[in-house]
């Protein structure tokens, strides 16, 4: 069995693989100061909820953006797990991706992962977006190159900003709104965020698009991932599809190549 871990900003993401399928999936809130062995306890108990034991675990793969939690990780699964993880972006790892960037070394892991995750599912060229702690909108070139993108501050991010900076303004979740205009408070603050991030969305595609179609004639398809993708799901044309294992399948892909 594989384990398939990534460490995002906000969250790191469990998942546990036998061949393609999925057998677990589990996420806990990422905290630089977390240890392996408190990684350890809250992970083995969950596996054993599933009939599953560490000796199962035959191999591990970590894309990580935090590098205090990647030391812990690649000791919880050297120490608890008994394997060595392939970590993404390290020299030995073979993507199986080029990255047309000047500083190649410079773009997340999960960026990548994304970009090969991606174009399993769908034929390039894509835009893949991924709301996370930041919303970022990749490019997937017409030969399933990674050739750059957007990073925007992520939604949840907005919001914390914007209730931590005005004194009056409360806390508020985003959700889908219809009536742009809100009668209050709170209705006018969801109705900013929810449709500010569609204007984000459309406009931000749009000049993707329309600067990309000059060295393709090929249409552009959008995804959308990460946790958040779902409140935009069918909310704008923008987004062609919502793909919510986007990450975990990359990664699944990326160890495979490697192993063989």
């Known amino acids: 069995m594989l384990l398939a871990i990534d460490a995002g900003n ?3 993401v469990f998942a546990v693989y036998d061949g393609s399928r999925q057998l677990g999936l589990w996420r806990i809130s990422t905290l630089e100061n977390r240890t392996s062995d408190e990684y350890a306890v809250w992970l083995t108990h969950l596996l ?12 591990a ?12 990780l690649r000791r919880l699964c050297r120490e608890h797990f008994n394997c060595d993880p392939l970590v993404v972006g390290a020299p030995n790892v073979d993507l199986g991706i080029e990255v047309k960037l000047d500083q ?12 090969v995750g991606a174009q399993l599912r769908f034929p390039p060229p894509l835009i893949v977006i991924d709301f996370g702690t930041a919303t970022t909108f990749d490019v997937v070139d017409d030969d399933g190159a990674y050739a750059g993108g957007v990073i925007a501050p992520g ?7 914007l209730f931590m900076a005005a004194a009056k303004l409360p806390k508020v979740e985003i959700e889908p709104v219809q009536q742009i205009i809100g009668t209050g408070t709170v209705s006018a603050m969801k109705s900013g965020i ?9 406009g931000l595609v749009a000049r993707i698009k329309a600067e990309y179609g000059e060295r393709s004639r090929k249409p552009m398809t959008v995804v959308g991932t990460g946790g958040l993708s779902k409140i935009f799901h ?6 062609d599809h919502t793909d919510g294992d986007t990450t975990l399948r990359g990664l699944v892909t990326i160890y495979e190549r490697n192993k063989r």
């Open 104 to 115: 190649p070394n410079e773009v997340g892991a999960d960026r990548i992962v994304n970009a």
């Open 61 to 72: 793969i970590i894309a990580s953006v935090v590098p205090t939690a990647t030391w812990q």
């Open 10 to 12: 906000t969250n790191v």
């Open 48 to 59: 054993k909820l599933r009939s599953i034991r560490p000796l199962d675990i035959a191999g």
């Open 194 to 202: 929810f449709w500010g991030y569609i204007g984000l969305i459309e």
């Open 155 to 161: 939604i949840n991010l907005s919001l914390d900003a």
């Open 234 to 239: 069918r909310q704008t044309a923008a987004i």
